[in-house]
Protein backbone atom coordinates (compact mmCIF):
# COMPACT_ATOMS: atom_id res chain seq x y z
CA UNK A 1 0.00 0.00 0.00
CA UNK A 2 1.42 3.50 -1.08
CA UNK A 3 2.33 5.69 1.61
CA UNK A 4 0.12 9.22 2.11
CA UNK A 5 3.10 10.69 3.98
CA UNK A 6 6.68 10.23 3.22
CA UNK A 7 9.46 12.28 4.21
CA UNK A 8 13.03 12.56 3.01
CA UNK A 9 16.53 14.89 4.28
CA UNK A 10 17.78 16.05 1.16
CA UNK A 11 20.89 18.21 0.28
CA UNK A 12 20.01 21.45 -2.26
CA UNK A 13 21.43 19.24 -4.90
CA UNK A 14 18.80 17.00 -4.72
CA UNK A 15 16.18 18.86 -4.25
CA UNK A 16 17.05 20.79 -7.37
CA UNK A 17 18.61 18.36 -9.62
CA UNK A 18 16.03 16.18 -10.72
CA UNK A 19 14.90 16.78 -14.13
CA UNK A 20 11.41 15.93 -14.16
CA UNK A 21 10.21 17.66 -11.29
CA UNK A 22 8.33 20.66 -10.79
CA UNK A 23 7.30 22.91 -7.65
CA UNK A 24 4.52 25.09 -8.56
CA UNK A 25 3.28 27.43 -5.76
CA UNK A 26 -0.81 27.70 -6.24
CA UNK A 27 -2.30 31.22 -8.01
CA UNK A 28 -3.76 32.24 -5.07
CA UNK A 29 -1.02 32.28 -2.48
CA UNK A 30 0.30 35.10 -1.42
CA UNK A 31 3.55 36.61 -2.80
CA UNK A 32 7.30 36.27 -1.58
CA UNK A 33 7.72 38.01 1.86
CA UNK A 34 11.00 37.39 2.64
CA UNK A 35 13.15 40.53 3.78
CA UNK A 36 16.88 41.32 4.37
CA UNK A 37 16.13 39.94 8.01
CA UNK A 38 15.91 36.24 6.83
CA UNK A 39 18.61 36.30 4.05
CA UNK A 40 21.19 37.26 6.86
CA UNK A 41 19.91 34.29 8.75
CA UNK A 42 20.25 32.41 5.72
CA UNK A 43 24.01 33.92 4.77
CA UNK A 44 24.88 33.49 8.01
CA UNK A 45 23.80 30.19 8.70
CA UNK A 46 26.04 29.33 5.13
CA UNK A 47 29.31 30.50 6.14
CA UNK A 48 29.06 29.07 10.11
CA UNK A 49 28.75 25.37 8.15
CA UNK A 50 32.20 23.53 9.07
CA UNK A 51 33.85 21.33 6.24
CA UNK A 52 32.33 17.68 6.63
CA UNK A 53 29.30 19.42 8.29
CA UNK A 54 25.54 19.63 7.41
CA UNK A 55 22.86 22.64 8.03
CA UNK A 56 19.63 21.49 8.41
CA UNK A 57 16.84 24.65 6.99
CA UNK A 58 13.77 23.52 7.71
CA UNK A 59 10.77 21.26 5.94
CA UNK A 60 9.01 21.77 2.75
CA UNK A 61 5.73 20.28 2.14
CA UNK A 62 4.10 19.59 -1.36
CA UNK A 63 1.31 17.17 -2.64
CA UNK A 64 2.14 14.90 -5.72
CA UNK A 65 -0.98 12.72 -6.07
CA UNK A 66 1.17 10.48 -8.55
CA UNK A 67 4.65 10.05 -10.90
CA UNK A 68 4.94 9.90 -14.11
CA UNK A 69 7.50 9.73 -17.12
CA UNK A 70 6.45 13.28 -17.68
CA UNK A 71 6.76 16.36 -15.53
CA UNK A 72 5.69 15.79 -11.97
CA UNK A 73 4.51 18.46 -10.94
CA UNK A 74 4.24 19.58 -7.12
CA UNK A 75 2.35 21.78 -5.25
CA UNK A 76 3.86 24.03 -2.15
CA UNK A 77 1.51 24.13 0.48
CA UNK A 78 4.60 24.92 2.90
CA UNK A 79 7.91 25.87 2.48
CA UNK A 80 7.49 28.95 -0.52
CA UNK A 81 9.33 30.95 0.70
CA UNK A 82 12.32 29.05 1.95
CA UNK A 83 11.87 27.05 -1.72
CA UNK A 84 12.16 31.09 -3.47
CA UNK A 85 14.70 32.27 -1.30
CA UNK A 86 16.95 28.79 -2.13
CA UNK A 87 16.36 29.61 -5.65
CA UNK A 88 16.79 33.08 -5.92
CA UNK A 89 20.45 32.10 -3.78
CA UNK A 90 21.44 29.87 -6.76
CA UNK A 91 20.26 31.90 -9.82
CA UNK A 92 22.82 34.63 -7.81
CA UNK A 93 25.64 32.02 -7.39
CA UNK A 94 25.04 31.16 -10.86
CA UNK A 95 25.55 34.37 -12.21
CA UNK A 96 28.46 35.18 -9.77
CA UNK A 97 30.74 31.92 -11.02
CA UNK A 98 30.07 32.37 -14.62
CA UNK A 99 30.57 36.19 -14.60
CA UNK A 100 33.60 35.58 -12.38
CA UNK A 101 35.67 34.15 -15.62
CA UNK A 102 37.05 31.01 -14.60
CA UNK A 103 36.36 27.60 -16.95
CA UNK A 104 35.64 25.80 -14.03
CA UNK A 105 33.58 28.76 -12.82
CA UNK A 106 31.72 28.74 -15.76
CA UNK A 107 30.82 25.06 -15.82
CA UNK A 108 29.28 25.16 -12.45
CA UNK A 109 27.62 27.69 -13.06
CA UNK A 110 25.52 26.44 -15.76
CA UNK A 111 25.30 23.29 -14.10
CA UNK A 112 23.24 25.45 -11.54
CA UNK A 113 21.49 26.78 -14.54
CA UNK A 114 19.95 23.77 -15.04
CA UNK A 115 18.75 23.71 -11.31
CA UNK A 116 16.56 26.12 -12.08
CA UNK A 117 14.72 24.14 -15.12
CA UNK A 118 13.26 20.59 -15.31
CA UNK A 119 13.35 18.68 -18.62
CA UNK A 120 12.07 15.47 -20.20
CA UNK A 121 12.02 13.91 -23.56
CA UNK A 122 9.09 15.55 -24.15
CA UNK A 123 9.38 18.75 -22.66
CA UNK A 124 12.43 20.72 -22.55
CA UNK A 125 13.67 23.86 -19.82
CA UNK A 126 10.50 24.55 -18.14
CA UNK A 127 11.33 26.83 -14.82
CA UNK A 128 11.81 24.15 -12.12
CA UNK A 129 9.94 26.65 -9.42
CA UNK A 130 7.02 28.23 -10.67
CA UNK A 131 5.77 31.11 -7.88
CA UNK A 132 2.46 32.76 -6.93
CA UNK A 133 0.54 34.39 -9.99
CA UNK A 134 2.09 37.93 -8.33
CA UNK A 135 5.86 36.66 -8.95
CA UNK A 136 5.83 35.05 -11.76
CA UNK A 137 6.92 37.44 -14.17
CA UNK A 138 9.78 38.56 -11.97
CA UNK A 139 11.05 35.52 -11.45
CA UNK A 140 11.16 34.54 -14.79
CA UNK A 141 13.19 37.47 -15.40
CA UNK A 142 15.64 36.09 -13.06
CA UNK A 143 15.62 32.62 -13.68
CA UNK A 144 16.30 33.74 -17.49
CA UNK A 145 18.93 36.25 -17.35
CA UNK A 146 17.17 38.96 -18.41
CA UNK A 147 17.80 41.31 -15.22
CA UNK A 148 18.02 44.57 -17.05
CA UNK A 149 14.52 44.25 -17.53
CA UNK A 150 13.83 43.69 -13.76
CA UNK A 151 11.74 46.53 -11.82
CA UNK A 152 12.83 46.92 -8.69
CA UNK A 153 10.59 43.55 -6.85
CA UNK A 154 11.36 42.11 -3.45
CA UNK A 155 12.73 39.43 -5.11
CA UNK A 156 15.26 41.56 -7.29
CA UNK A 157 16.26 42.61 -3.85
CA UNK A 158 16.68 39.16 -2.82
CA UNK A 159 19.04 38.07 -5.61
CA UNK A 160 20.87 41.58 -5.37
CA UNK A 161 21.70 41.08 -1.76
CA UNK A 162 23.33 37.28 -2.55
CA UNK A 163 25.02 38.21 -5.83
CA UNK A 164 26.78 41.35 -3.90
CA UNK A 165 27.72 38.94 -1.13
CA UNK A 166 29.13 36.43 -3.19
CA UNK A 167 31.38 39.51 -5.24
CA UNK A 168 33.19 39.63 -1.87
CA UNK A 169 33.98 35.69 -1.35
CA UNK A 170 37.78 34.42 -2.91
CA UNK A 171 36.82 31.01 -3.82
CA UNK A 172 33.37 30.62 -5.15
CA UNK A 173 33.97 26.69 -6.25
CA UNK A 174 33.94 26.04 -2.51
CA UNK A 175 31.04 27.86 -1.65
CA UNK A 176 29.15 26.31 -4.17
CA UNK A 177 30.19 22.96 -3.21
CA UNK A 178 28.89 24.10 0.52
CA UNK A 179 25.56 25.50 -0.92
CA UNK A 180 24.44 22.51 -2.98
CA UNK A 181 26.05 19.88 -0.90
CA UNK A 182 25.76 20.92 3.07
CA UNK A 183 22.39 22.72 2.68
CA UNK A 184 19.79 20.18 3.70
CA UNK A 185 16.07 20.24 3.43
CA UNK A 186 13.49 17.98 4.49
CA UNK A 187 10.96 17.23 1.49
CA UNK A 188 7.20 15.68 2.77
CA UNK A 189 5.17 14.52 -0.20
CA UNK A 190 1.33 13.80 0.97
CA UNK A 191 -1.00 12.67 -1.50
CA UNK A 192 -3.51 15.26 -0.99
CA UNK A 193 -4.70 18.09 0.77
CA UNK A 194 -6.57 16.02 3.55
CA UNK A 195 -3.32 14.47 4.06
CA UNK A 196 -1.34 17.64 4.35
CA UNK A 197 -3.93 18.73 6.93
CA UNK A 198 -3.63 15.50 9.07
CA UNK A 199 0.37 16.17 8.98
CA UNK A 200 -0.14 19.92 10.03
CA UNK A 201 -1.75 18.67 13.27
CA UNK A 202 0.23 15.83 14.20
CA UNK A 203 3.00 18.06 14.52
CA UNK A 204 1.12 20.88 16.32
CA UNK A 205 3.42 23.55 15.48
CA UNK A 206 2.22 27.03 15.41
CA UNK A 207 3.76 28.06 11.77
CA UNK A 208 2.06 24.32 10.68
CA UNK A 209 -1.15 25.39 11.96
CA UNK A 210 -1.35 28.68 10.08
CA UNK A 211 -0.33 26.08 6.79
CA UNK A 212 -3.09 23.94 7.74
CA UNK A 213 -5.58 27.04 7.87
CA UNK A 214 -4.08 27.66 4.18
CA UNK A 215 -5.13 24.07 3.14
CA UNK A 216 -9.23 25.21 3.81
CA UNK A 217 -8.18 28.85 2.01
CA UNK A 218 -6.68 26.27 -0.90
CA UNK A 219 -9.71 24.57 -1.65
CA UNK A 220 -11.89 27.45 -1.73
CA UNK A 221 -9.81 29.17 -3.91
CA UNK A 222 -9.18 26.04 -6.57
CA UNK A 223 -12.99 26.11 -6.70
CA UNK A 224 -12.66 29.95 -7.14
CA UNK A 225 -10.32 29.53 -9.87
CA UNK A 226 -13.01 27.53 -12.43
CA UNK A 227 -14.31 30.52 -12.47
CA UNK A 228 -13.26 33.66 -14.26
CA UNK A 229 -9.81 35.11 -13.57
CA UNK A 230 -11.88 38.39 -12.54
CA UNK A 231 -13.50 36.75 -9.79
CA UNK A 232 -10.42 35.05 -8.51
CA UNK A 233 -9.05 38.71 -8.13
CA UNK A 234 -11.90 39.76 -5.98
CA UNK A 235 -11.96 36.60 -4.04
CA UNK A 236 -8.06 36.70 -3.43
CA UNK A 237 -8.65 40.33 -2.53
CA UNK A 238 -11.10 39.58 -0.02
CA UNK A 239 -9.09 36.67 1.52
CA UNK A 240 -6.43 38.91 2.05
CA UNK A 241 -8.65 40.83 4.12
CA UNK A 242 -9.71 37.79 6.09
CA UNK A 243 -6.01 37.10 7.06
CA UNK A 244 -5.39 40.57 8.15
CA UNK A 245 -8.34 41.05 10.42
CA UNK A 246 -7.97 37.56 12.38
CA UNK A 247 -4.17 38.29 11.80
CA UNK A 248 -2.03 36.38 14.52
CA UNK A 249 -5.31 34.96 16.12
CA UNK A 250 -5.87 31.30 16.25
CA UNK A 251 -6.85 30.53 12.55
CA UNK A 252 -8.09 27.37 13.06
CA UNK A 253 -10.13 28.03 16.23
CA UNK A 254 -11.49 30.73 13.68
CA UNK A 255 -12.51 29.07 10.65
CA UNK A 256 -13.93 25.92 13.52
CA UNK A 257 -16.03 28.53 14.90
CA UNK A 258 -17.63 29.79 12.77
CA UNK A 259 -18.78 26.73 11.29
CA UNK A 260 -20.65 25.84 14.99
CA UNK A 261 -22.01 29.02 14.87
CA UNK A 262 -23.96 28.09 11.55
CA UNK A 263 -24.16 24.08 11.71
CA UNK A 264 -25.14 21.81 13.52
CA UNK A 265 -22.78 19.33 15.22
CA UNK A 266 -19.35 19.37 16.80
CA UNK A 267 -16.42 18.26 15.19
CA UNK A 268 -12.75 18.22 16.17
CA UNK A 269 -9.94 20.26 14.76
CA UNK A 270 -8.60 16.92 12.73
CA UNK A 271 -12.21 16.69 11.27
CA UNK A 272 -12.05 20.70 10.19
CA UNK A 273 -10.75 20.59 6.34
CA UNK A 274 -13.23 17.83 5.83
CA UNK A 275 -16.24 19.76 7.30
CA UNK A 276 -14.93 23.10 4.65
CA UNK A 277 -14.25 20.54 2.00
CA UNK A 278 -18.51 19.49 2.55
CA UNK A 279 -19.72 23.21 2.76
CA UNK A 280 -17.52 24.62 -0.27
CA UNK A 281 -18.65 21.43 -2.69
CA UNK A 282 -22.45 22.34 -1.50
CA UNK A 283 -22.06 26.31 -2.32
CA UNK A 284 -24.04 27.53 -4.97
CA UNK A 285 -21.46 30.88 -4.88
CA UNK A 286 -17.44 31.06 -3.41
CA UNK A 287 -17.97 34.64 -4.11
CA UNK A 288 -20.68 34.81 -1.20
CA UNK A 289 -18.80 31.99 0.73
CA UNK A 290 -15.92 34.07 1.03
CA UNK A 291 -17.63 37.30 1.09
CA UNK A 292 -19.66 35.91 4.40
CA UNK A 293 -16.11 34.52 6.34
CA UNK A 294 -15.37 38.20 5.89
CA UNK A 295 -18.12 39.23 7.64
CA UNK A 296 -17.33 36.42 10.38
CA UNK A 297 -13.69 37.43 10.46
CA UNK A 298 -14.92 40.90 11.10
CA UNK A 299 -16.69 40.02 14.45
CA UNK A 300 -14.34 37.37 15.37
CA UNK A 301 -11.96 40.16 15.46
CA UNK A 302 -14.31 42.47 17.58
CA UNK A 303 -14.47 39.38 19.91
CA UNK A 304 -11.09 38.71 20.56
CA UNK A 305 -9.50 42.39 20.99
CA UNK A 306 -12.93 43.94 22.15
CA UNK A 307 -13.52 46.43 19.78
CA UNK A 308 -17.28 46.74 19.23
CA UNK A 309 -18.60 49.59 18.60
CA UNK A 310 -20.17 49.57 22.63
CA UNK A 311 -18.11 50.34 25.12
CA UNK A 312 -19.84 48.15 27.64
CA UNK A 313 -20.24 45.63 25.41
CA UNK A 314 -16.58 45.70 25.05
CA UNK A 315 -15.75 46.12 29.02
CA UNK A 316 -17.44 43.07 29.17
CA UNK A 317 -15.74 41.23 26.35
CA UNK A 318 -12.31 42.02 28.32
CA UNK A 319 -13.40 39.82 31.28
CA UNK A 320 -14.23 36.94 29.01
CA UNK A 321 -11.53 36.65 27.54
CA UNK A 322 -9.59 37.11 30.74
CA UNK A 323 -11.16 34.42 32.45
CA UNK A 324 -10.62 32.17 29.04
CA UNK A 325 -14.19 31.49 27.46
CA UNK A 326 -13.19 31.49 24.30
CA UNK A 327 -15.66 28.60 23.45
CA UNK A 328 -18.72 31.25 24.11
CA UNK A 329 -17.46 33.07 20.60
CA UNK A 330 -19.25 30.36 18.83
CA UNK A 331 -22.58 32.40 20.31
CA UNK A 332 -21.16 35.73 20.41
CA UNK A 333 -20.87 35.54 16.58
CA UNK A 334 -24.13 34.37 15.98
CA UNK A 335 -24.97 37.24 18.13
CA UNK A 336 -23.15 39.91 16.60
CA UNK A 337 -23.97 38.89 13.01
CA UNK A 338 -27.68 39.08 14.14
CA UNK A 339 -27.21 42.52 15.36
CA UNK A 340 -28.73 41.93 19.11
CA UNK A 341 -28.92 44.85 21.01
CA UNK A 342 -26.33 46.81 23.40
CA UNK A 343 -28.12 45.69 26.32
CA UNK A 344 -28.90 42.35 25.38
CA UNK A 345 -24.90 41.75 24.94
CA UNK A 346 -23.94 42.85 28.64
CA UNK A 347 -26.67 40.72 30.09
CA UNK A 348 -25.50 37.47 27.91
CA UNK A 349 -22.10 38.25 28.48
CA UNK A 350 -22.93 38.41 32.25
CA UNK A 351 -24.07 35.13 32.06
CA UNK A 352 -21.67 33.88 30.38
CA UNK A 353 -19.11 35.51 32.62
CA UNK A 354 -20.87 33.55 35.58
CA UNK A 355 -21.16 30.17 33.66
CA UNK A 356 -17.82 29.90 32.21
CA UNK A 357 -16.21 31.19 35.97
CA UNK A 358 -18.53 28.73 38.06
CA UNK A 359 -17.26 26.22 36.02
CA UNK A 360 -13.53 26.80 36.16
CA UNK A 361 -13.57 27.09 39.45
CA UNK A 362 -15.07 23.94 40.24
CA UNK A 363 -12.93 22.38 37.91
CA UNK A 364 -15.67 21.26 35.59
CA UNK A 365 -15.04 19.33 32.36
CA UNK A 366 -14.79 21.06 29.26
CA UNK A 367 -16.02 18.59 27.18
CA UNK A 368 -19.30 19.72 26.55
CA UNK A 369 -19.11 23.51 26.19
CA UNK A 370 -18.65 23.25 22.23
CA UNK A 371 -22.36 21.31 22.31
CA UNK A 372 -23.77 24.00 24.95
CA UNK A 373 -22.72 27.00 22.61
CA UNK A 374 -23.30 25.11 19.24
CA UNK A 375 -26.88 24.49 20.77
CA UNK A 376 -27.17 28.08 21.58
CA UNK A 377 -25.67 29.47 18.61
CA UNK A 378 -28.08 27.45 16.27
CA UNK A 379 -31.49 27.52 18.57
CA UNK A 380 -31.28 31.11 20.19
CA UNK A 381 -33.60 33.42 18.83
CA UNK A 382 -32.64 36.98 18.61
CA UNK A 383 -35.22 39.08 19.24
CA UNK A 384 -36.87 40.16 22.91
CA UNK A 385 -36.19 36.70 24.61
CA UNK A 386 -32.65 36.05 23.61
CA UNK A 387 -31.98 36.86 26.95
CA UNK A 388 -33.93 34.59 29.26
CA UNK A 389 -33.59 31.62 26.52
CA UNK A 390 -29.61 31.74 27.01
CA UNK A 391 -30.26 32.36 30.46
CA UNK A 392 -32.34 29.35 30.45
CA UNK A 393 -29.88 27.04 29.12
CA UNK A 394 -26.49 28.36 30.70
CA UNK A 395 -27.93 28.31 34.47
CA UNK A 396 -29.08 24.20 33.95
CA UNK A 397 -28.41 22.21 36.72
CA UNK A 398 -26.16 19.71 35.40
CA UNK A 399 -24.63 22.79 33.41
CA UNK A 400 -23.25 25.42 36.21
CA UNK A 401 -22.23 24.52 39.69
CA UNK A 402 -24.68 25.24 42.47
CA UNK A 403 -23.62 28.25 45.21
CA UNK A 404 -22.73 25.37 47.62
CA UNK A 405 -20.06 23.82 45.32
CA UNK A 406 -18.96 27.35 43.98
CA UNK A 407 -18.12 28.51 47.55
CA UNK A 408 -16.71 25.02 48.47
CA UNK A 409 -14.13 25.38 45.53
CA UNK A 410 -13.11 28.63 45.37
CA UNK A 411 -12.20 28.23 49.03
CA UNK A 412 -9.82 25.05 48.52
CA UNK A 413 -8.73 26.28 45.41
CA UNK A 414 -5.02 27.37 44.65
CA UNK A 415 -5.16 30.35 42.70
CA UNK A 416 -1.97 30.66 39.87
CA UNK A 417 -0.95 34.30 38.73
CA UNK A 418 -3.01 34.79 35.94
CA UNK A 419 -5.35 36.67 34.39
CA UNK A 420 -8.32 34.98 35.76
CA UNK A 421 -7.30 34.96 38.98
CA UNK A 422 -6.15 38.77 38.49
CA UNK A 423 -9.79 39.53 37.32
CA UNK A 424 -11.86 38.26 40.35
CA UNK A 425 -9.67 39.98 42.61
CA UNK A 426 -10.62 42.96 40.29
CA UNK A 427 -14.13 42.32 41.01
CA UNK A 428 -14.05 41.48 44.64
CA UNK A 429 -12.49 45.15 44.21
CA UNK A 430 -15.95 46.81 42.62
CA UNK A 431 -17.98 45.04 45.14
CA UNK A 432 -15.66 46.64 47.97
CA UNK A 433 -16.31 49.92 45.99
CA UNK A 434 -20.35 49.18 45.61
CA UNK A 435 -19.64 48.97 41.93
CA UNK A 436 -19.39 52.68 41.59
CA UNK A 437 -16.47 52.84 39.20
CA UNK A 438 -15.12 55.83 40.46
CA UNK A 439 -11.64 54.37 39.39
CA UNK A 440 -10.89 51.95 37.57
CA UNK A 441 -7.93 49.34 37.02
CA UNK A 442 -7.00 50.93 33.19
CA UNK A 443 -3.98 48.27 32.82
CA UNK A 444 -3.59 45.20 34.23
CA UNK A 445 0.26 45.08 33.62
CA UNK A 446 0.74 47.95 36.56
CA UNK A 447 -1.26 45.70 39.01
CA UNK A 448 0.48 42.91 40.33
CA UNK A 449 -0.93 39.70 42.30
CA UNK A 450 0.45 40.37 45.96
CA UNK A 451 0.98 37.03 48.09
CA UNK A 452 0.26 38.54 51.47
CA UNK A 453 1.79 35.77 53.25
CA UNK A 454 4.79 35.61 50.72
CA UNK A 455 5.93 32.37 48.75
CA UNK A 456 8.94 32.18 49.70
CA UNK A 457 9.31 32.53 53.45
CA UNK A 458 12.71 31.20 54.16
CA UNK A 459 14.95 34.46 52.88
CA UNK A 460 15.65 36.61 55.52
CA UNK A 461 14.31 40.71 55.98
CA UNK A 462 16.50 43.14 55.81
CA UNK A 463 14.69 44.67 58.27
CA UNK A 464 15.98 42.80 61.58
CA UNK A 465 13.54 44.30 64.30
CA UNK A 466 10.40 42.51 62.49
CA UNK A 467 12.47 38.82 62.19
CA UNK A 468 11.51 36.53 59.39
CA UNK A 469 8.46 34.63 58.37
CA UNK A 470 9.14 31.38 59.13
CA UNK A 471 9.96 33.14 63.23
CA UNK A 472 6.78 35.22 62.59
CA UNK A 473 4.12 31.84 61.54
CA UNK A 474 5.63 29.73 64.30
CA UNK A 475 3.33 26.79 64.07
CA UNK A 476 1.75 27.78 61.16
CA UNK A 477 4.89 27.81 58.75
CA UNK A 478 4.16 23.99 58.42
CA UNK A 479 0.59 25.01 56.72
CA UNK A 480 2.34 27.58 54.66
CA UNK A 481 2.56 25.33 51.06
CA UNK A 482 -1.19 24.70 51.95
CA UNK A 483 -2.66 27.99 52.12
CA UNK A 484 -0.58 30.47 50.45
CA UNK A 485 -2.14 30.71 46.81
CA UNK A 486 -5.64 30.58 47.96
CA UNK A 487 -7.77 33.94 47.36
CA UNK A 488 -8.01 35.04 51.46
CA UNK A 489 -3.77 35.27 50.63
CA UNK A 490 -4.26 37.38 47.66
CA UNK A 491 -4.85 41.14 46.99
CA UNK A 492 -3.62 43.52 44.58
CA UNK A 493 -1.29 46.19 44.24
CA UNK A 494 0.44 48.31 42.35
CA UNK A 495 3.51 47.07 40.80
CA UNK A 496 6.22 49.58 42.53
CA UNK A 497 4.50 49.22 45.71
CA UNK A 498 4.23 45.05 44.91
CA UNK A 499 8.11 45.52 44.48
CA UNK A 500 8.78 47.16 47.34
CA UNK A 501 6.96 44.92 49.45
CA UNK A 502 8.51 41.74 48.54
CA UNK A 503 8.94 39.49 50.97
CA UNK A 504 8.88 42.15 53.91
CA UNK A 505 7.24 41.10 57.15
CA UNK A 506 3.82 41.64 57.35
CA UNK A 507 4.00 44.68 59.81
CA UNK A 508 6.67 45.95 56.99
CA UNK A 509 4.57 45.44 53.90
CA UNK A 510 1.34 47.28 55.70
CA UNK A 511 3.45 50.35 55.05
CA UNK A 512 3.13 49.74 51.29
CA UNK A 513 -0.93 48.38 51.77
CA UNK A 514 -1.40 52.00 53.03
CA UNK A 515 -0.16 53.94 50.19
CA UNK A 516 -2.27 52.11 47.96
CA UNK A 517 -5.22 53.19 46.37
CA UNK A 518 -7.03 49.81 45.91
CA UNK A 519 -9.65 49.53 49.15
CA UNK A 520 -9.46 45.39 49.55
CA UNK A 521 -5.53 46.08 49.79
CA UNK A 522 -5.64 48.95 52.30
CA UNK A 523 -8.22 47.34 54.88
CA UNK A 524 -5.43 44.51 55.52
CA UNK A 525 -3.73 47.65 57.52
CA UNK A 526 -6.36 47.03 59.69
CA UNK A 527 -5.72 43.59 60.57
CA UNK A 528 -3.16 42.85 63.70
CA UNK A 529 -1.69 39.28 62.53
CA UNK A 530 -1.56 37.92 59.30
CA UNK A 531 -1.19 33.82 60.29
CA UNK A 532 -3.12 31.12 58.73
CA UNK A 533 -6.22 31.80 60.64
CA UNK A 534 -6.50 35.76 59.21
CA UNK A 535 -6.10 33.69 55.87
CA UNK A 536 -8.85 31.55 56.28
CA UNK A 537 -11.33 34.24 57.72
CA UNK A 538 -10.31 36.47 54.80
CA UNK A 539 -10.75 33.02 52.34
CA UNK A 540 -14.32 32.51 54.03
CA UNK A 541 -15.15 36.00 53.50
CA UNK A 542 -14.11 36.74 49.65
CA UNK A 543 -15.93 33.26 49.21
CA UNK A 544 -18.95 34.73 50.11
CA UNK A 545 -18.67 38.04 48.00
CA UNK A 546 -17.77 36.20 44.83
CA UNK A 547 -21.29 34.27 45.34
CA UNK A 548 -22.90 37.07 45.18
CA UNK A 549 -21.08 38.82 42.33
CA UNK A 550 -21.29 35.40 39.90
CA UNK A 551 -24.71 35.08 40.95
CA UNK A 552 -27.26 32.59 39.63
Not at 441 to 461: C, G, Y
Not at 471 to 481: M, P, V
Request: hydrophobic content about 40%; overall charge negative; some cysteine.
Amino acid sequence: MKKTIEANEMSVMRLFSVGNEQFIVPVYQRRYLWGKDQWIDLWNDIQNIEVGEDHFLGSIVVINPQHNIEINQFEVVDGQQRLTTLSLLIAALRDSLIQSGGEQEESIGEALHGYLHCSTMFNKNLPKLIPGRLDRDDFAIIVDRKIKEMTNSNMYLAYQFFKELFFEQNDLVELAKTIIGSLKVVLIQVMSHKDAFRLFETLNDRGLSLSAADLIKNYILSKAARTSEDALDDIVETWDEIVELVGQLDHLRFFRQVLLSKTDGVFSFNKLYDRYKTVVDKSDSIVDLVDELKEYAVFYNQICTATTKYPSVNEKLRAINAIGAATSYTLLLKLLRNHVTEQQLVSILNLIETFALRRAICSWSTNNLDLIFNHLALNTPVDTICVEYIKGVLTRADYIPSDADFVANLKTKNFRQDDQCKYILERIEDYHVNFSKEKSIANRSFVHIEHIMPKTIKSKSSKKEYGDWETYLGTDTALHDIHVNKIGNLTLLGSSLNISASNNPFEEKKKNYEQSSILMTKQLTDCPKWDIAAIQGRTERLAGIAVAIWKL
